[in-house]
């Protein structure tokens, strides 16, 4: 069937991309360990990149730990990949298996689970207590009115004795994606995506208007959905409510949960799932995919024969139906939240030597005095190369409801 796909233009990220990308060029994965007065960010798989970006800078762009200053800016990936894929066992010890890898969130201290998804970042950062390893988390989602409630509790509550204080730093807009071959129609609505996640519709034909085949009718959907504790599952899963009456959409136990923003997802099904699988995927990990930033994790180091580019080949967004009376395609603006503790902000010391800022006033929030990193140019520059739209805005303890 025929599409109105993306369009994603070669200028996007042309001119810190332009003549490839040498690995010289990639931003190491802050997989080190942090000192003691280190910022220590963990959470989000999509937003993951804009934070390596905005710490190490890329191609022209400097990044906050170029210009050299004592203390640095750590953004811990959500897996052991780059890409956003969970690590495996060697192969050369039999089949892989899947392994949840683990960071040390400072030096001197033990090895600790990596969170993986901004709810679980947001999660971590709530059971730090007065341990202080991580300062900010990552999210697409802001706090609760629980997780207000309990951020405040003292730490010999279970807290942490202080508020959740949140920053916009950037949007980006949740797509789905299909196989670039695709029994799916032209469009999905909302509400057609309420059907298929809630296992009401199982078959392409059971889709109001469907023009395919009769046996492109027959074929079964296989509806993929973000693994849980990802953030990304919620941002969908929150934006298909409007179309369910405001009611949270309950997804059957037997969908498949695969790890978010992965075109793999797609791509490694059988040729007969493959046709008839959909995922919730965002432009902003789209775009870096089609301009080549992330590199084949499969193939074995070589300096003389690099890796090639991942790219979306075999992977398309559904952007839009035809105009007129025929619906438009779903589709949710989402935001880029950092989530520190209130008491960094009010409280903490001047955080680089001879300065008179704290961490938070230097990067993230500084109202009345001089723009924090995120919303200089450069700060803006380096969102931009990541994908995704600079959009700065300040939200103190805001939460996201109950």
């Known amino acids: 069937m025929s599409k109105r796909r993306i369009a994603v233009g070669a200028s996007l990220l042309a001119a810190v991309l332009a003549g490839g990308l040498a690995a010289s060029q990639i931003p190491a994965n802050a997989d080190g360990a942090p000192q003691t007065d280190d910022?220590?960010?963990?959470?989000?798989?999509?937003?993951?990149?804009?934070?390596?970006?905005?710490?190490?800078?890329?191609?022209?762009?400097?990044?906050?730990?170029?210009?050299?200053?004592?203390?640095?800016?750590?953004?811990?990936?959500?897996s052991g990949d780059a890409n956003g894929r969970k690590t495996f066992t060697d192969p050369a010890l039999g089949t892989p298996g899947v392994l949840n890898s683990t960071i040390i969130l400072r030096a001197g201290t033990k090895p600790v689970q990596r969170p993986n998804g901004g709810s679980v970042g947001l999660a971590a950062l709530l059971a730090d207590g007065g341990a202080?390893?991580?300062?900010?988390?990552?999210?697409?989602?802001?706090?609760t009115a629980t997780q207000q409630t309990n951020a405040q509790k003292t730490v010999a509550q279970g807290g942490l004795g202080s508020a959740l204080h949140s920053v916009q730093i950037a949007t980006d807009i949740d797509y789905i994606a299909t196989a670039t071959t695709t029994n799916a129609p032209a469009h999905l609505s909302g509400t057609d995506l309420v059907n298929i996640y809630n296992g009401t519709y199982t078959t392409w034909g059971q889709i109001?208007?469907?023009?395919g085949t009769s046996t492109q009718a027959a074929q079964p959907i296989k509806a993929?959905?973000?693994?849980?504790?990802?953030?990304?599952?919620?941002?969908?899963?929150?934006?298909?409510?409007?179309?369910?009456?405001?009611?949270?959409?309950?997804?059957?136990?037997?969908?498949?949960?695969?790890?978010?923003?992965?075109?793999?997802?797609i791509t490694s099904l059988s040729s007969t799932d493959q046709p008839n699988a959909?995922?919730?995927?965002?432009?902003?990990?789209?775009?870096?995919?089609?301009?080549?930033?992330?590199?084949?994790?499969?193939?074995?180091y070589s300096a003389s024969n690099p890796a090639a580019p991942l790219t979306t080949a075999g992977i398309s967004l559904i952007t839009d139906g035809t105009?007129?009376?025929?619906?438009?395609a779903w589709s949710v603006t989402f935001p880029?939240?950092?989530?520190?503790?209130?008491?960094?902000?009010?409280?903490?010391?001047?955080?680089?030597?001879?300065?008179?800022?704290?961490?938070?006033?230097?990067?993230?929030?500084n109202a009345g005095g001089p723009a924090p990193f995120v919303n200089t140019a450069p700060g803006k520059a380096l969102l931009t190369d990541a994908g995704v739209t600079p959009a700065y805005s300040d939200l103190g303890s805001t939460t996201s409801g109950p």
Do not use: C, E, H
């Open 208 to 211: 109001p208007g469907y023009s």
């Open 278 to 300: 959909i995922v919730p995927f965002p432009l902003g990990r789209y775009n870096l995919l089609s301009n080549g930033y992330f590199l084949n994790p499969d193939t074995a």
């Open 323 to 328: 105009t007129g009376a025929t619906p438009t």
């Open 132 to 143: 202080n390893r991580i300062s900010f988390a990552r999210s697409p989602n802001l706090p």
């Open 336 to 365: 880029y939240y950092v989530i520190f503790r209130q008491s960094d902000l009010d409280n903490d010391p001047a955080w680089q030597p001879g300065g008179t800022l704290n961490w938070v006033q230097t990067l993230f929030s």
């Open 39 to 78: 910022v220590v960010g963990v959470g989000s798989d999509v937003m993951q990149t804009s934070l390596n970006f905005l710490s190490d800078g890329f191609g022209s762009d400097p990044g906050y730990n170029t210009a050299g200053n004592k203390n640095r800016l750590f953004s811990f990936d959500a």
């Open 224 to 265: 993929l959905i973000p693994q849980v504790g990802a953030g990304m599952r919620n941002v969908f899963l929150n934006g298909l409510k409007a179309f369910n009456g405001g009611n949270a959409v309950t997804v059957p136990a037997g969908i498949t949960q695969v790890q978010q923003n992965d075109p793999t997802a």
